[in-house]
């Protein structure tokens, strides 16, 4: 059983900042060769890519957040985080952290990230 808890959210005024951080727990185990990134889903909206960081590779980043947002990995701690400078109103969605390999794929619960003055 793996389990992703997430933390972080919040309620920011545009321009503001906030880190989210995501832990993926079961023990025993690693994670270094899975893929790990955020998502985020907006009233209304489809679920969609922010950042993730590809087993072995760089990260990748949405065009709407590249530039603002900045994701970093800890995989002898099984941890990802984002952090979100500039943060718009647009930015506001519920925002999932997602593990992943060939054969399975984890999500978080959400946390909810609102931008808003």
């Known amino acids: 059983q793996v389990q992703l808890v997430e933390s972080g959210g919040g309620l920011v005024q545009p321009g503001g900042s906030l880190r989210l951080s995501c832990a993926a727990a079961a023990t025993g185990r690693l994670f270094s060769w899975y893929d790990m990134g955020w998502y985020r889903q907006a009233p209304g909206k489809q679920r969609e890519l922010v950042a993730e960081?590809?087993?072995?590779?760089?990260?990748n980043y949405a065009v709407a957040v590249k530039g603002r947002f900045t994701i970093s990995r800890d995989s002898t701690k099984n941890t990802v985080d984002l952090r979100m400078n500039n943060l718009k109103p647009e930015d506001t969605a519920v925002y999932y952290c997602?593990?992943?390999?060939?054969?399975?794929?984890?999500w978080g619960q959400g946390t909810q990230v609102t931008v808003s003055s």
């Open positions: 960081i590809i087993s072995g590779g760089s990260p």
């Open positions: 997602n593990l992943r390999s060939k054969v399975d794929n984890y």
